[in-house]
């Protein structure tokens, strides 16, 4: 339950996203691109048919490399959030190529607890369609999830924009409660966007009920 701090003041319904950069993602990254590429050889429809197979269950070095990095992830935002209980669960994973005009449309991840996202390669140049300003080529975009949230906020309120972009890096690993609604924007690049997505989903016990009042 939350309390108010010393001075009166609450914080209410924070929704916390991991970003940050694995140490040693350069060499990993190299590996699990070029065995993406041999999966997607053998399987034309990898990224669509994504429940097919479990990524993360894969032998490859380099998966065991980012299965571990990944776990540490959740234990990480599971500290953050104050839970100091035994919580087991399992990752559930696939690869994702995205290529010229493919994105990911409006969406969350249902009966999973947490999702994430690892990237593997980024385009490097500055492709853009037209003469728009306003694209975010290959963006991942996150939504407010309290409904029209920003319908009175002001000047530096923080909740005046209910959308939260992040311009993605190779090496980058981002982690968010599965509920929060997010897209990815059209890659307008010839060259090839990798990311590896994965959901956390807990191996159910009666010890995750809150008390009831």
């Given amino acids: 339950m939350a309390t108010p701090d010393n001075q009166g003041f609450l914080q209410l319904w924070p929704t916390t996203l991991v970003q940050r950069m694995l140490p040693g993602h350069e060499g990993a990254n190299v590996a699990l691109a070029e065995y993406i590429d041999r999966l997607e050889a053998a399987n034309s429809d ?43 669960w399992t990752l559930q994973g696939w690869a994702n190529v995205n290529r010229f005009g493919d994105y990911h449309d409006l969406h969350n991840h249902p009966h999973c607890y947490l999702s994430g996202t690892y990237y593997v390669a980024i385009p490097d140049d500055d492709a853009q369609a037209g003469s728009r300003n306003d694209l975010s080529p290959g963006a991942i975009s996150f939504y407010d999830p309290r409904p029209q949230a920003n319908m009175n906020a002001i000047k530096g309120d923080g909740q005046v924009s209910p959308q939260h972009s992040i311009q993605p890096q190779p090496g980058m690993i981002l982690l968010w409660p599965a509920f929060l609604h997010h897209l990815v924007h059209p890659n307008l690049s010839r060259q090839k966007r990798i990311s590896i997505s994965f959901n956390v989903v807990l191996k159910w016990s009666d010890d995750y009920l809150p008390a009831q009042n």
């Fill in 46 to 88: 990898l990224t669509t048919d994504y429940l097919a197979d479990n990524f993360m269950a894969h032998e490859h070095p380099a998966v065991q490399w980012l299965k571990e990095c990944a776990n540490k992830t959740v234990v990480d935002y599971l500290q953050r959030q104050g839970l100091d209980y035994a919580i087991n």
